[in-house]
Antibody, heavy 119, light 110 residues
Framework: QVQLVQSGAEVKKPGASVKVSCKASGYSLTSHYMHWVRQAPGQGLEWMGIINPGDGTTNYPQKFQGRVTMTTDTSASTVYMELSSLRSEDTAIYYC????????????WGQGTLVTVSS | QSVLTQPPSASGTPGQRVTISCSGSSSNIGSNIVNWYQQLPGTAPKPLIYNNNQRPSGVPDRFSGSKSGTSASLAISGLQSEDEADYYCAAWDDSLNNPVFGGGTKLTVL
């Protein structure tokens, strides 16, 4: 069955970067887009961007442009999300989630990765 | 502030029917499909309703979705204690060129 397994929790200092991985199994990574969505403590869901693992093209909302980078390693069936210049407001659970096409529903989600930014 | 507007909370007693609303605009709900996600405490969101009113396999038919104009609704009939969760609506926004979410509704089963 489809599974998205994310890397473990991270604790980072302000100004540092974090790289979260999302390993896909049960389907071909290049057949679906991969989104990243985050959830701050007690808050709602916030979309961070999308990558097409087939050709590496990305789309980031203005809020994260210049700070987020999404990449793919197709040989490892893994997608990565790197967020730089971390600040305390970036403390959140980060989820990867796939969709069949750009406007389609997010039909499978990773378990989430808690990133804590603290001095 | 979320682009889609949901009530922050809803409640009902076991067996009751509850509805959760989701209000948007012409650039999102008005021109794209609406999807709903259920987030049980301490877990990742899970697809609940897609394409406005379709249920993924395994989702009980107690859950139903509808859309009219720039608003959508999620209805849960025969409320059960395990339905206590946060519910999020979502839709693509053509102006922002990205998906947008509602702020979430916390459902309490009394």
């Amino acid at each position: 069955q489809v599974q998205l397994v994310q890397s473990g929790a991270e604790v980072k200092k302000p100004g540092a970067s974090v790289k979260v991985s999302c390993k896909a199994s049960g389907y071909s990574l290049t057949s679906h887009y991969m989104h990243w969505v985050r959830q701050a403590p007690g808050q709602g869901l916030e979309w961070m961007g999308i990558i097409n693992p087939g050709d590496g093209t990305t789309n980031y909302p203005q809020k994260f442009q210049g700070r987020v980078t999404m990449t793919t390693d197709t040989s490892a069936s893994t997608v990565y999300m790197e967020l730089s210049s971390l600040r305390s407001e970036d403390t959140a659970i980060y989820y990867c989630a796939r969709s069949y096409a750009i406007k389609r529903p997010l039909d499978s989600w990773g378990q989430g990765t808690l990133v804590t930014v603290s001095s | 502030q979320s682009v889609l507007t949901q009530p922050p909370s809803a409640s009902g007693t076991p067996g009751q029917r509850v509805t959760i609303s989701c209000s948007g605009s012409s650039s999102n709900i008005g021109s794209n499909i609406v999807n709903w996600y259920q987030q049980l405490p301490g877990t990742a969101p899970k697809p609940l309703i897609y394409n406005n009113n379709q249920r993924p396999s395994g989702v009980p038919d107690r859950f139903s979705g509808s859309k009219s104009g720039t608003s959508a609704s999620l209805a849960i009939s025969g409320l059960q204690s395990e339905d206590e969760a946060d519910y999020y609506c979502a839709a693509w926004d053509d102006s922002l060129n990205n998906p947008v979410f509602g702020g979430g509704t916390k459902l309490t089963v009394l």
